[in-house]
């Protein structure tokens, strides 16, 4: 049975209602309170206070600590998209990402708000830092 699939690309002429910017860091040479490198509960919290301080809205969030010694991997879910880290105790490295839709009202400011937020708590030596704005 021969089966024929269609692929069509969207005019660029198409309206976009839910552009957004997404902030990515890439944190080389972390010097912070270790707390945020190795325990995931401490982690939560501070990334939770942060979210909340830049005015998003926590959906739900999850937090994973690698045992003794090794790093987090956590997620918090905004209404207006997400924020995700991973850390890495034993090198110093820290991935951050944060994403932000911009449907109802344009959440650029909070978004880097949160993001420099936990920039300057893990305070990188040598920070490799990306700006995309979605659309």
Same mark, same amino acid.
């Given at each position: 049975?021969?089966?024929?699939?269609?692929?069509?690309?969207?005019?660029?002429?198409?309206?976009?209602?839910?552009?957004?910017?997404?902030?990515?860091?890439?944190?080389?040479?972390?010097?912070?309170?270790?707390?945020?490198?190795?325990?995931?509960?401490?982690?939560?919290?501070?990334?939770?206070?942060?979210?909340t301080?830049?005015? @998003?809205?926590?959906?739900?969030?999850?937090? $994973?600590?690698?045992? %003794?010694? =090794?790093? &987090? *991997?956590?997620? !918090?879910? @905004?209404?207006?998209?997400?924020?995700?880290? $991973?850390?890495?105790? %034993?090198? =110093?490295? &820290? *991935?951050?990402? !944060?994403?932000?839709?911009?449907?109802?009202?344009?959440?650029?400011?909070?978004?880097?708000?949160?993001?420099?937020?936990?920039?300057?708590?893990?305070?990188?030596?040598?920070?490799?830092?990306h700006?995309?704005?979605?659309?």
């Amino acid at each position: 049975m021969n089966t024929m699939i269609t692929v069509t690309s969207m005019p660029s002429t198409v309206k976009r209602s839910a552009m957004g910017l997404h902030l990515i860091g890439d944190l080389y040479g972390c010097s912070c309170d270790e707390r945020l490198m190795l325990d995931a509960d401490f982690l939560e919290t501070f990334c939770k206070q942060c979210v909340t301080a830049a005015g @998003l809205t926590i959906v739900g969030s999850l937090f $994973h600590s690698f045992g %003794e010694g =090794g790093g &987090v *991997t956590g997620v !918090v879910v @905004l209404a207006e998209s997400h924020l995700s880290i $991973h850390t890495w105790p %034993e090198s =110093g490295y &820290v *991935t951050l990402d !944060v994403y932000v839709c911009n449907y109802s009202s344009d959440n650029r400011p909070k978004a880097q708000q949160l993001f420099d937020s936990i920039l300057e708590a893990f305070n990188p030596a040598d920070p490799h830092l990306h700006r995309v704005e979605r659309a």
